[in-house]
């Protein structure tokens, strides 16, 4: 799939469809294009993108971070980086105080040290 596939465009509905209008698009085009019954060389790589477009859409979480962000490529799932509780997801260090260099994130830890050293 290209990164310019719109999947609501590919399912053929509307962005304010119901889950359920999504649901019956994606079934009525997976019968169309599935390669057991359509003889056609690229029917596969088409059932294959409408599953990845009904995967996200069905999804409300999904659906939301798509219509935020756009398409994702194909097996890499939307990651959110800010997660609640953890702003910076990645950091390693506990509470502030640890540097960049110390497996922390930066930050606030710089300026205590500085602060403290007045």
Known sequence: MTPATDYYQLLQIEKSATPEEIKKAYRALALQYHPDLNPDEKSEEHIKNLNQAYAVLADPQ???LYDL????????????????GRPFGGCRGRG??????RGGCGGMGIW??????R
């Open 62 to 64: 999904q659906r939301q």
């Open 69 to 84: 962000y756009g398409a994702v490529p194909r097996g890499q799932p939307y990651q959110q980086t800010a997660r609640q």
């Open 96 to 101: 502030m105080g640890r540097g960049m260099g």
């Open 112 to 117: 205590q040290e500085i602060l403290r050293k």
